[in-house]
């Protein structure tokens, strides 16, 4: 049986930093991501990594302040936000997908989604 579970979130400061977690069981060789939904609005591709961990993909509003990582022996996906802003609050969701990296951002069906985790940016 496939599951991911979140954890990490919580209530940060604006300009701190946080970070999340995703231990998935059930699944090996699977592209990982990070997608996010804020209140009133669709939910949004954060980033992705490779199933091997060499390549990741960010969007724009993240580049070069959230770091996504993998460590396969853990079967667990990382996701470092650092320089927080308010607008980054959302509910944050790890994702798996069998198929590549890149094309996480514009698929319309993910394969296996965990149950969210709560991220609020606010003084």
């Known amino acids: 049986q496939v599951q991911l579970v979140e954890s990490g979130g919580g209530l940060v400061q604006p300009g701190g930093s946080l970070r999340l977690s995703c231990v998935a069981s059930?699944?090996?060789?699977?592209?990982m991501g990070w997608f996010r939904q804020a209140p009133g609005k669709e939910r949004e591709f954060v980033g992705s990594?490779?199933?091997?961990?060499?390549?990741?993909y960010y969007s724009n509003s993240v580049k070069g302040r959230f770091a996504i990582s993998r460590n396969n022996v853990k079967n667990t996906e990382y996701l470092q936000m650092n320089s927080l802003k308010s607008e980054d609050t959302a509910i944050y969701y790890c994702?798996?997908?069998?198929?590549?990296?890149?094309?996480?951002?514009?698929?319309?069906?993910?394969?296996?989604w965990g149950q969210g985790t709560q991220v609020t940016v606010s003084s």
């Open positions: 059930g699944l090996t060789g699977y592209s």
């Open positions: 990594i490779s199933a091997n961990g060499y390549s990741t």
């Open positions: 994702a798996a997908d069998r198929g590549p990296a890149s094309d996480l951002a514009s698929k319309y069906t993910i394969d296996y």
